[in-house]
């Protein structure tokens, strides 16, 4: 009987020794959480910020006066290229010509004053003619030629007499031939989208007024300004995403130039020098429109297989090695690590591990190298 109880005793107390034994074991571990690393492709980005507009439009203006009878175009009208845009009361339109554009009172003086103030305003209203594409050049070279006459004329005359006859020629055919290319430029020069007109009521339009815009909506880019800090990633040709406010989803863009100068932008504190960039878009359509501020993150770069961990992950010695701790047999192994880039969710590793390692997410401070350690999730 004493034999049974001291046996019972015994192997009680062998019993409660292996039932320790897991949990004394267990204690020397440090639970860590940890990550297996892999190789995975990190796209560097620049945002910035820029306004819709069209690299397409045209204004028409004839650089002189004209009196418009009836409008064929409302805002927000599609024209194709060639259609008619105006009718125009020829008789008044060549009278305000005559009236402003020439001089035909045959008593006026001839005086070095007034002679200069005629040939500049035909001068100018010649101009405005060519820049707008009224007349070309050849026309311009022949009135010009005839304004130049004019003067000479008119400069000998002293006495008050009659306007030569070259003036009077003048009086008659410059307006005429301006008039005519007014009228065979009131057709659409390009197709596109009303996009501004004049209202003119019932009087003339004023001589340096646009008369109707038209934009190309199929060319609308983006014109965005870039900081300073960030245009050297910048290149042409680089993949860009436009979002915005004023539209729904999102646009695909390319960087199609670089402006080669700075902007120095003040601010109430502070200011910032930045770069204009011309950012074609890919597919837009007719939610875009001009005017509209928008957001752009662009492409600069992307690497393929780059190993990122996490910034907690790496740790640092006295002599400023950087290092990581690996999982290896239960156990934690020092890896010395050379870094690279930084990205949002960790730092870039270009030695010391290879993909496939385990490492511990976020070592604590009394781990040391060959300590056992368990994972847990």
């Not at 107390?13 to 959480?33: D, E, G």
């Not at 004209?66 to 009278?95: C, M």
């Not at 006495?159 to 659409?188: C, F, R």
């Not at 815009?213 to 800090?229: R, Y």
């Amino acid at each position: 009987m004493k034999k049974i109880i001291i046996l019972i005793a015994l192997t009680t107390a062998i019993s409660l020794c292996l039932s320790m034994v897991p949990q004394a074991v267990a204690s020397s571990y440090f639970p860590v959480k940890a990550f297996k690393v892999a190789g995975s492709d990190v796209t560097t980005t620049v945002e910035c910020n820029g306004t819709v507009e069209a690299n397409v439009k045209q204004d028409i203006c004839f650089g002189c006066p004209v009196k418009i009878t009836k409008s064929y175009v409302e805002i927000g009208d599609y024209v194709k290229k060639g259609e008619r845009l105006f009718d125009i009361d020829k008789n008044v339109t060549l009278q305000a010509l005559l009236n402003n554009g020439t001089t035909t009172n045959n008593t006026a003086q001839a005086d070095s004053s007034s002679s200069s103030i005629n040939t500049s305003t035909e001068e100018n209203a010649l101009q405005q003619a060519l820049s707008t594409g009224v007349i070309g050049q050849d026309t311009y070279n022949s009135l010009i030629g005839q304004v130049e006459n004019n003067v000479a004329s008119s400069s000998a005359d002293t006495s008050g007499t009659k306007v030569s006859a070259n003036s009077q020629d003048l009086s008659e055919t410059e307006p005429e031939k301006i008039l005519d290319s007014i009228e065979a430029n009131l057709y659409a020069p390009i197709s596109g989208v009303v996009t501004d007109i004049t209202d003119t009521g019932d009087g003339m339009t004023p001589a340096s007024t646009s008369l109707v815009q038209i934009t190309d909506f199929n060319s609308l880019q983006i014109m965005a300004q870039i900081n300073e800090d960030d245009i050297k990633n910048v290149k042409t040709g680089q993949p860009a995403v436009i979002t915005g406010a004023g539209f729904n989803g999102s646009y695909n863009g390319t960087i199609k130039q670089i402006y080669p100068t700075s902007n120095n932008i003040q601010g109430n504190s502070s200011s910032e020098n930045t770069v204009n960039v011309i950012i074609s878009i890919n597919d837009s359509n007719k939610n875009l429109r001009t005017g509209l501020e928008t957001d752009v993150i662009i492409k600069t770069s992307v690497k393929q297989g780059v190993i990122v961990v996490p910034f907690e992950s790496i740790m640092q010695d006295d002599n400023g090695t950087e290092y990581v701790f690996a999982f290896e047999n239960g156990r934690a192994v020092i890896k010395n690590i050379t870094t690279g880039d930084e990205y949002d969710n960790g730092v870039e590793v270009l030695t010391g591990i290879h993909a496939g390692e385990t490492l511990i997410e976020n070592p604590p401070d009394s781990l040391t190298n060959g300590s056992n350690i368990r994972i847990i999730s």
